[in-house]
């Protein structure tokens, strides 16, 4: 065989390329076979015999030998130390030129020799979509759909090109939700409609696409899909149901196909997917509530939901998911809870429902993702709601797991989540019972440790929260106050030229609010704000100047 392959090789090198002789066909069936027999020795024989340097001639030929050159080269590249000889031969223009012919077999070689050579390489993925694959690949799949081999060979390298950010554009540009959605419907084999799944996905992120396939009718194959797997317990079916919806949910995330499917919540789309939270499977569940977190991302969507009963729903999905839970439902299900909280015609009728009783029974949950979700669904919530931020703000279970969360400095989000839901429960209730509560559970120290944050927001949230605390109980947060060096931290904000004027204003509001405590009064005195103060008085802001002045007349008369 290795007399064989080398005769051949010369008579290859030898012969013109134009001639479709028998003698060159010859010599490529001897090559064919020999890579049958031992692929890795007949491609390093063919690298060093220069064989590849023939083959842009005797693709460009395009005769009955093309085929056979083409599967030579995609045999070859199946192994990684021929892929970088392939392009330095050239062999990717006049391949990818070939896949503008018409010949069914020519094009299936030619797109499993490309496959090949740019395998795992970014780079030669993304010269092929700058020579414009992908228009041409989409049109083949559309001509060829018939033929098997030369669909699943589209579907891997349109699974290839999709990863790359580059390609989403090109395929925007092309009707390849259109035929994607056509070749879905007339599969029945599960590997079928895997291989398509795995093209959907990545263009899926792309918010054209998504559109595109809302339009094309991918919605209704999917819902199709979910009815008839949801009831059966076989691997591939679980696959496939978490597949088409996950994949639903991610139609969602884009505003203009999310609106469309939501119809002014009339639309048949959503009153399906509403209809799988109340369902027995996990995956069902977790898609539904994940589903209307998503349609709840714009108010006029929130109020409708809440005025057409979902969160009942909701609750009831948390309830079955106390004990031993399910966490990923969980962080779902308060996700769609948060989004809905937010208008604020929205939070008296939640409160009504019984969202925070039902939300307050995962305050001892371990999982830091339900942690955070469940910490901002109820700072949502008693946004500008006085009393339910006083019934929560004086429940002392709850006011001790924030001030537990305030420490986690393994979950930086927790413990922004937990401070700031502290700091909102003082500044809506604006009640001493509620600001005793957070005295005595220790809470204090965090909230002057929120007024050195790097967030503006939670600087600004601290210092109110801190200045109500002092404006409302004064004797009893005294220790706390001089503990956490409140003082210190108050001369360093107004010293410090980023400080933004809101933060400067209200650090001397809370300054005034101190001065009837003797020990904080002292510490003030000591560090010269008087000082500090009066520079203050030609801030730019006139807010600030204004502040600064009343503060310099506050302190000097205290003096």
């Not at 569940?285 to 108010?299: K, M, S």
């Not at 809905?340 to 008296?348: E, M, Q, Y």
């Not at 004027?501 to 300054?511: A, C, F, G, T, V």
């Not at 006139?542 to 007349?553: D, F, G, I, N």
Request: glycine residues 4%; proline residues 2%.
């Amino acid at each position: 065989m290795a007399d064989n392959l080398s005769e051949a090789l010369k008579t290859l090198k030898l012969s013109s390329a134009d001639s479709a002789s028998d003698s060159v066909e010859g010599c490529l069936d001897c090559l064919l076979k020999a890579l049958a027999q031992n692929n890795v020795e007949t491609s390093e024989k063919i690298q060093e015999m220069g064989a590849l340097a023939m083959m842009p001639a005797l693709l460009s030929a395009q005769n009955s030998c093309t085929p056979k050159v083409a599967n030579i080269i995609a045999e070859v590249a199946k192994n990684e130390f021929m892929r970088s000889p392939c392009v330095e031969a050239g062999l990717i223009p006049p391949l990818v030129q070939l896949l503008n012919c018409k010949d069914q077999e020519i094009l299936l070689q030619t797109g499993r020799a490309l496959g090949n050579i740019c395998y795992d390489s970014h780079s030669l993925q993304a010269q092929l979509i700058s020579m414009g694959v992908i228009p041409t690949l989409v049109r083949l799949l559309g001509v060829h759909s018939q033929n098997t081999a030369l669909t699943e060979m589209c579907l891997i390298a349109f699974g290839n090109l999709a990863e790359l950010e580059s390609s989403k554009e090109q395929f925007a540009s092309t009707n390849i939700a259109e035929e994607l959605v056509r070749l879905f419907r007339k599969q029945v084999e599960h590997e079928k409609k895997e291989m398509i799944f795995e093209v959907l996905a990545p263009l899926a992120e792309n918010d054209v696409i998504k559109l595109q396939l809302v339009e094309a009718g991918l919605v209704e194959c999917l819902l199709e899909v979910v009815a008839q797997t949801v009831d059966s317990d076989r691997e591939e079916d679980v696959a496939q149901l978490k597949t088409a919806s996950d994949l639903m949910v991610l139609l969602l995330l884009g505003d203009e196909s999310m609106q469309k499917l939501f119809e002014g919540g009339k639309g048949s789309v959503f009153q399906r997917v509403l209809s799988w939270v109340p369902s027995n499977n996990h995956q069902l569940q977790l898609a539904g509530a994940l589903a209307i977190a998503n349609f709840a991302r714009n108010d006029g969507n929130c109020i409708h939901m809440v005025d057409t009963g979902i969160v009942q729903k909701l609750l009831e999905l948390l309830d079955r998911h106390v004990e031993e839970g399910n966490v990923t439902v969980q962080h779902a299900a308060l996700s769609a809870l948060r989004n809905l909280a937010i208008p604020v015609v929205n939070k008296s009728k939640m409160l009504l429902a019984g969202v925070s009783d039902v939300v307050l029974k995962f305050l001892k949950s371990e999982m830091p993702p339900v942690q955070f979700k469940l910490l901002g669904t109820l700072r949502m919530l008693i946004d500008t709601q006085a009393d339910a931020a006083e019934q929560l703000g004086t429940n002392a279970k709850l006011v001790k797991r924030l001030v537990e969360w305030c420490e986690a400095k393994d979950h930086a989000g927790v413990m922004g989540e937990s401070n700031r839901l502290l700091s909102a429960l003082i500044r809506h209730s604006k009640s001493k019972d509620v600001v005793r509560t957070v005295i005595q559970g220790a809470g204090v120290k965090h909230l002057v440790t929120m007024a050195t944050s790097e967030h503006m927001i939670m600087q600004n949230e601290a210092l109110v929260a801190l200045g109500l605390i002092a404006a409302l109980d004064l004797d009893c947060a005294e220790k706390d106050f001089v503990s956490s060096n409140l003082v210190q931290v108050l001369h360093k904000l107004l010293t410090d030229e980023h400080s933004a004027p809101e933060i400067k204003y209200n650090s001397m509001i809370l300054i005034c609010s101190i001065m009837g405590s003797e020990p904080l009064h002292k510490e003030v005195q000591s560090l010269a704000f008087i000082d500090v103060v009066s520079g203050l008085r030609s801030h730019e802001n006139k807010t600030v100047a204004h502040q600064a002045s009343l503060t310099e007349q506050r302190l000097t008369a205290q003096s």
